[in-house]
């Protein structure tokens, strides 16, 4: 399983940085945001995956399981 993870890794970081999603390369941009932080929003994607926006570095990274968990209390 650590194998197949190493191999699909890159590909999912080359989607993130065309701002794509890993799961179904739906363009993250046209997602609904939702405030999160000070510089942070959370994105959900139409597959049901979710994304940090980082405002100041201009890039998105996937939600980590405590992220996504605060953000859906706070909903």
Do not use: W
């Not at 399983?1 to 363009?27: D, E, H, S, Y």
């Amino acid at each position: 399983m650590k194998t197949f993870k190493n191999l699909i890794a890159p590909f999912q970081r080359v989607l993130l940085a065309k701002r794509l999603c890993p799961g179904c390369t739906a363009p993250l941009d046209k997602m609904q945001k939702h405030a999160f932080n000070g510089t942070e929003e959370i994105v959900i994607c139409s597959c049901r995956r979710m994304f940090v926006y980082d405002r100041t570095a201009d890039c998105y990274r996937r939600a980590t399981f405590r992220e996504a968990e605060e953000f859906s209390k706070r909903a």
